[in-house]
């Protein structure tokens, strides 16, 4: 942990068991791997991925995504239906007299 800032030691400090499992794994580190680490291990890992840049994600990570399920074709579907709706509301409301 030597080759990393004293915040960072820190932040990694605050890190769950189960969350530094996560982030090693993440990065390439096998279940055997992980197993046989200890809470200081897993530490030192985790420092040592830090100082080497691999707790960044990697450049396709940083690409606009666009969420499933979400197109701009479903929205206009969807806009249409409504317009179709109050329509169709409309010409209820003045076919039936009050």
Known sequence: MERITK??????KKLSTVRLICKLASVGYTDEELDAMDREA??????????????????????????????????RQKLEFEKLKIESE????????L
Do not use: H
Request: proline share 10%.
């Open 42 to 75: 897993l530490f030192q890992a985790w420092a040592t991925c830090i100082a080497d840049g691999k707790d960044k994600p990697p450049e396709s990570a940083n690409l606009p995504r666009v969420p499933l399920g979400y197109g701009m074709e479903l929205e």
């Open 7 to 12: 915040a960072e030691v820190e932040l990694v």
């Open 90 to 97: 409309e010409k209820l409301k003045k076919a039936a007299p």
